[in-house]
């Protein structure tokens, strides 16, 4: 989840339907652009050096040349175009790549930070495509610039344009989801034994008649809808219907209601046996460091990045930033955070530890040969190998004996400078640079490493005791350097993740300490912590900021000698009722009730099903596992959108998740997100320029967009699926409660 400062290399689609308002048009203004059908010739456009602007029968056409690595590495432009705050523009052009091309069509600032008020992906090919949509000037300027960027081209093209007209007095579009049938059900499908409910939009305040059919048409069973009022977090009417009486199994089963039928619907108990795998083999094509063999995930095989090999600086020797420290590191390998080529302790560290939490949990649910990685068949169940690969990273971020602030851990390594999409690691040529310790990561390494050091010792004794000592030195240099915090203006080239609260992350290293060693000193910490007897059930969940719980599930669930073991357990069980009660609540079956939903709100959701999911381990207690069960609903398409939010899974899912990669909306050569990979979802903060223009004033649940340039709403990381991952293993566990 990276905190983007880089508005210049963002960049908008415009191939979502937009819908014109009713309301009558508006007085034409007077064209902005200088020459827009070059019958004067060239002038004023302009172009970057390795460009040259000809006519060719009345179009501006020009030769791009190929071996370019970002999008603003060629450009064509005008200057001096004025725009007035509030004012919205009509914007068209026609243009054509030869071969096929998706290049950016901007209007932006023209200095840095180059900030963008409208921003186009247009699909270009040999024929050329007209190109028409509107946006509003969120401020005056007098010199606004109006660019395509066409660099990022392996192979040379040609690019013509034509007709290029921006004017004011434009009506505004208006962006209207493609929502489907009005039932809202999960499209992947529901368990025989456990609960089934789903949501109608509907303007009836009357209990309707719903039914429930087979894949042959035939109804199998009716019933009457409960009315819900408005849902605020979709600002819809709503009812629910439950229909868990009928548990017979089958494929392709339907519910009406109000004149509309749901997509289809299993009812399996296998429903999700492949979910814990395929969540978890995202990990692997999410690697640095490493080729990524196309015989183990076909379709996704890329060379190594990062390791120093042109046009790569590599991270093999990684120098810090300026006057940050006098020495370089071999950071190589871990995975790469989310969609960029970034990696961050603290993320990854949560992220970690969750995969080595639900091998805790059940450790006979994970075998060796399980993932098709190339550590398969060593002896060691595949998930630690995958979270050895991240812990390896994490341990090399730790600063050097002999060095100030020896024992902490560098915050983060990234590139100097923000890149376009998409762009394959191999081909990244950005200076790499480690960011200044920090004690969140410090404290996050002494976690991390302290859990593996009691999960590795069966396996790798060496490695077990490797990072038991890292995670004893991390945690005295943390005591030592307590507030050092991370910047929150660091934050070119990669998210800031800052946190100017750790203690929560000392009590969390504290618990995995304790848990590891049974020490007193790390004891007497975690009981004297705020964190242990306060209430950390926080409504929107926890998250890489807030890692409390992360030491509170663990004491509650991982056998230890605290004298107050027993009040820790029931305080688990306290949180999970909070949930269950939010769950029950809710109109669409979710755990998560804000009035704005948070960044990566899908992974909040979860975090809260994790908490819900130790209660029924602790207790054997069913309505904590029927309430995990039903929350999962929400993710596979029983939400406002009615769309999964899991690559893969359901009629209808997210699969333009923000990647640089992973970016087949751009690239048709790219592949989408693997199977199993979670979208971050609704996000009322709208902070990227798409969402900006298309979900102003949107309700909290429909904050959210499949577009790769959205992202913040769309971004894949690998801390959302580290719990997709936890309770997807809980879903399929059939063993009963671990904690007893």
């Known amino acids: 989840m990276t905190r983007r400062r880089g508005a210049a290399l963002l960049a908008l689609t415009t191939v979502l339907a937009l819908a014109p308002t009713a309301a009558g048009a508006a007085a034409e203004g007077p064209e902005q652009i200088v020459n827009g059908t070059f019958g004067t010739g060239t002038a004023p456009w302009w172009s970057t050096g390795n460009v040259t602007l000809t006519l060719d029968q009345g179009r501006l056409c020009a030769d791009i040349p190929g071996g370019t690595v970002n999008p603003w590495d060629a450009i064509i432009g005008q200057d001096d175009i004025a725009l007035v705050a509030g004012e919205t523009y009509a914007y068209s052009f026609t243009a054509s790549a030869d071969p096929a091309k998706v290049p950016r069509a901007l209007i932006q600032l023209p200095v840095d930070p180059y900030t963008q008020y409208y921003s186009a992906n247009p699909q270009l090919d040999p024929t050329g495509v007209d190109h028409a949509a509107t946006f509003t000037a969120p401020v005056s300027l007098p010199d606004a610039q109006v660019a395509f960027q066409l660099g990022g081209s392996a192979e040379p093209w040609r690019f013509c344009m034509d007709d290029v007209s921006l004017k004011g007095g434009a009506e505004p579009e208006v962006y209207e989801p493609d929502t489907g049938p009005r039932v809202r059900v999960n499209m992947v499908g529901y368990l025989p034994d456990g609960p089934k409910n789903a949501t109608v939009v509907t303007t009836s305040t009357t209990p309707l008649e719903w039914l429930l059919r087979d894949s042959s048409g035939r109804t199998v069973a009716r019933g009457s809808g409960k009315p819900r009022g408005t849902d605020a977090s979709s600002r819809q009417n709503v009812q629910t219907i439950d229909f868990g009486s009928y548990a017979r199994t089958g494929k392709g089963y339907t519910l009406t209601a109000d004149g509309e039928t749901s997509r289809p619907f299993d009812i399996t108990a296998d429903l999700y046996s492949t979910l814990p795998t395929d969540a978890l083999k995202f990990y692997y094509t999410q690697r640095s460091g490493i080729e990524i063999l196309d015989s183990l995930r076909p379709g996704y095989g890329r060379p190594a990045g990062h390791v120093g090999v042109a046009p790569n600086q590599g991270d093999v020797l990684v120098p810090c930033q300026p006057g940050v420290c006098d020495y370089s590191l071999n950071v190589r390998g871990g995975w790469y955070d989310a969609g960029d080529h970034g990696k961050y302790v603290v993320n990854g560290g949560i992220s970690v530890h969750q995969l080595m939490a639900t091998y805790e949990r059940n450790r006979s649910a994970f075998t060796d040969r399980q993932l098709r990685i190339p550590e398969s068949g060593n002896g060691v169940p595949d998930v630690l190998d995958e979270a050895r690969w991240e812990q390896e990273f994490l341990l090399s971020m730790q600063v050097p004996a002999g060095k100030p602030l020896a ?56 490695f077990a005791a490797r990072n038991l000592r890292a995670a004893r030195l991390a945690w005295a240099a943390a005591k030592a350097n307590p507030t050092r915090y991370a910047s929150a203006t660091d934050g070119v080239g990669g998210g800031s993740y800052d946190d100017n609260n750790v203690s929560d992350e000392f ?205 913040s709403t769309n971004e894949l990381t690998i801390n959302w699926n580290s719990p997709l991952v936890w309770v997807s293993s809980f879903l399929t566990d059939r063993g009963g409660p671990r904690c007893r």
Not at 428 to 457: G, I, M, V, Y
Not at 591 to 608: A, I, Q, R
């Open 407 to 462: 024992g902490m851990a560098h915050h983060k390594i990234h590139d100097a400078n923000w890149t376009g999409l998409p762009l394959l690691p191999h081909l990244d040529p950005q200076l790499r640079e480690l960011h200044p310790p920090s004690t969140a990561a410090t404290l996050n390494l002494a976690a991390t490493a302290a859990q593996a050091a009691r999960l590795f010792k069966p396996y790798d004794p060496a």
């Open 507 to 711: 009590y969390w290293a504290a618990a995995e300490l304790y848990l590891t060693t049974g020490e007193r000193e790390y004891r007497d910490f975690v009981l004297a912590s705020p964190h242990h007897t306060g209430d950390i059930w926080r409504d929107r969940g926890f998250d890489w900021g807030n890692t409390a719980q992360l030491g509170r599930l663990d004491l509650a669930t991982v056998p230890n000698n605290l004298p107050d073991r027993a009040r820790v357990r029931r305080s688990v069980v306290e949180g999970a009722d909070k949930y269950l009660a939010t769950q029950r609540a809710h109109p669409y079956g979710m755990p998560y009730d804000v009035p704005d939903y948070d960044w990566g709100s899908n992974n909040l959701v979860l975090n809260n099903m994790v908490v819900m999911a130790t209660a029924y381990d602790l207790t054997g207690t069913e309505k904590y596992r029927r309430a995990v069960r039903e929350s999962m609903d929400y993710l596979f398409g029983r939400n406002a959108l009615n769309q999964s939010y899991v690559t893969g899974y359901g009629e209808v899912a997210s699969h333009n998740q923000h990647s640089r990669w992973y970016a087949h909306q751009l690239d048709a050569t790219l592949p989408n997100p693997p199977r199993g990979t979670l979208a971050g979802g609704p996000n009322s903060s709208i902070q990227d320029p798409i969402a900006q223009r298309l979900l102003s004033g949107c309700a909290p649940q429909f904050c959210y967009i499949d577009d790769i340039e959205s992202w």
